[in-house]
C-alpha cells in the first residue's frame, strides 16, 4: 500500500520536473493542472469498490 505522504512527494516532484522543463518556455499557469493530468492519465491508483 503506497503512503499517502508518497504519492504527495511523488506528484511534488513531478510538478517541479514539468514546471522547469516548461519554464524554459513559456508557459506558467496551466502547468500544474497538466501535470496533474498527465499523471493521474498515466498512473491511476487502483479504486478498492466501497
Known amino acids: ?8 512527494y511523488e506528484c511534488v516532484h513531478l510538478v517541479r ?7 524554459q518556455l513559456q508557459i506558467t499557469r496551466p502547468t500544474y ?3 496533474i493530468d498527465e499523471k493521474s492519465s498515466i498512473r491511476k491508483p487502483p479504486r ?3
Open 17 to 23: 520536473e514539468v514546471l522547469q522543463q516548461r519554464s
Open 33 to 35: 493542472a497538466e501535470a
Open 48 to 50: 478498492r469498490p466501497g
Open 1 to 8: 500500500m503506497i503512503s499517502m505522504m508518497t504519492m504527495v
